[in-house]
């Protein structure tokens, strides 16, 4: 029941920069913050990105986080081969009670 | 050093039962909310429940509500789900995974993960 909408894929050669957008609503982005998690091959996800722009502890500043009304972007600056992951955004929705919802997630490949 | 240690997962039944535990240490416990997120495999992350530091709100996903149960015994420092009427497309791996103090979210650290599969 994703009701944040990320692109499946994207890609880039090391040193390019890459750009993840997620969208959503009035009721959750629109009236959030928005966070970003990056879950590693065969691990726990981690918090990457918080309060819609600021780096969780030990993050690169290459990585940065933006937001718009109701869509949001994660980018990643000089791609490391090591930044192959998948990368999910997130953010608290008001409707329904209140729920925290994750976007459909996008598998970020390094060429 | 936070951890968060999940144990319970297994083998159920459709329709079957199961609770799951997430033993807390590192942070005193008391004053966090906390979160369990389940991931089915080879899909996304979905959210699944929260509750408040005093177990005075909880929050559930409408795929979840009215079949799972979250609590929490402060005094024990554990995170608990309660899980019932489980079908196959509660297969997932659950991780349990704190708030910061005053808020559900974000959600950081995780634990590392308890699988739980619904097969006859």
């Known amino acids: 029941q994703s009701v944040l909408t990320q692109p499946p894929s994207a890609s880039g050669t090391p040193g390019q920069r890459v750009t993840i957008s997620c969208s959503g609503s009035?009721?959750?982005?629109?009236?959030?913050?928005v966070n970003w998690y990056q879950q590693l091959p065969g691990t726990a996800p981690k918090l990457l990105i918080y309060?819609?722009?600021q780096r969780a502890s030990g993050v690169p500043d290459r990585f940065s986080g933006s937001k718009s009304g109701t869509s949001a972007s994660l980018a990643i600056s000089g791609l490391q081969s090591e930044d192959e992951a998948d990368y999910y955004c997130a953010a608290w929705d008001d409707s329904l009670n209140g729920r925290y919802v994750f976007g459909t997630g996008t598998k970020v490949t390094v060429l | 050093e936070v951890r968060l240690l999940e144990s319970g997962g297994g083998l159920v039944q459709p329709g079957g039962s199961l609770r799951l535990s997430c033993a807390a240490s590192g942070f005193d416990f008391s004053y966090y909310a906390m979160n369990w997120v389940r991931q089915a495999p080879g899909k996304g992350l979905e959210w699944v429940s929260a509750i408040g530091t005093y177990s005075t709100n909880t929050y559930y996903a409408d795929s979840v509500k009215g079949r799972f149960t979250i609590s929490r015994d402060n005094s024990k420092n554990t995170l608990y789900l309660q899980m019932s009427s489980l079908g196959a497309e509660d297969a997932a791996v659950y991780y349990c995974?704190?708030?910061?103090?005053?808020?559900?979210?974000?959600?950081?650290?995780w634990g590392q993960g308890t699988l739980v599969t619904v097969s006859s």
């Open positions: 309060g819609n722009n």
């Open positions: 009035s009721s959750s982005i629109g009236s959030n913050t």
């Open positions: 995974a704190k708030a910061p103090s005053g808020s559900f979210e974000p959600i950081d650290p």
